[in-house]
């Protein structure tokens, strides 16, 4: 395990296992729908690209960059900016937005307001991780892997400025960490 982990959250088992449950939920609902999968950059990477292999039906999806934590802050501001917009049209398409987590949800209630402005056929949402403590804005998250309690977690795509996104797990960093930055 990496020595600034204090305790794994979600282990290599565990996201495997979700992956294949909301794999085979989304087959239900979606398998005839050719949906559009809407990634959420950059956090959500990892998680889609497992999650869209558990698919067995005909998609598409796409990438789009928002960020509403910056640098070294874990507390979020409500400013949700885009930074890279998606290439596909989502007009009278079925799409689902790809999260890595839901925190305060100003995020997803963002991008749920900019896909109904353009005029998207429906609109679901799956999240890897929900952390419900911190809600700020009240999200109906369609599909959640795991609930967490809340804690600052990072890998499997997730940061804490910018590094351990490439642990396979999800994790708590130990304090000193924050501490002697
Ligand atoms: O529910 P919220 O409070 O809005 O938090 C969730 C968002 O915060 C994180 O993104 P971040 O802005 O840290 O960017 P990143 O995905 O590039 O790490 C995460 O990936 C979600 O997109
Ligand atoms: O706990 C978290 N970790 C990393 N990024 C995040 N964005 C919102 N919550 C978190």
């Known amino acids: 395990m990496n020595s600034d982990i204090e305790k794994v959250l979600v282990s290599e088992k565990e996201i495997d296992e979700t992956i294949q449950r909301l794999g085979k939920e989304l087959t239900q609902e979606y398998r005839d729908k050719n949906p559009l ?6 956090g959500a990477a990892m998680f889609m690209m497992d999650l869209v292999k558990s698919l067995d039906f005909k998609m598409e999806y796409d990438f789009m960059d928002v960020s509403s934590y910056g640098g070294e802050n874990t507390i979020t501001t409500g ?3 885009i930074i890279k917009d998606l290439d596909t049209p ?9 999260e890595d987590i839901i925190d305060t949800g100003y995020t997803l209630d963002r991008l749920v307001e900019l896909f109904e402005s353009r005029h ?4 679901k949402m799956v999240s890897f991780l929900d952390k419900p403590a911190r809600r700020v804005k009240h999200v109906d998250v369609d599909y959640i892997g795991v609930k967490i309690p809340d ?3 990072v890998g499997y795509g997730m940061d804490y400025d910018e590094h351990y996104r490439n642990l396979p797990y999800v994790g708590v960093l130990k304090p000193e960490v924050y501490t002697t930055k």
Request: glycine share 0%; aromatic share 8%; hydrophobic share 55%.
């Open 79 to 81: 400013d949700v900016r």
């Open 90 to 98: 989502v007009r009278d398409r079925d799409v689902v937005i790809v």
């Open 151 to 153: 804690e600052f977690v």
């Open 120 to 123: 998207a056929k429906s609109i």
């Open 37 to 42: 999968f809407v990634c959420v950059l950059r």
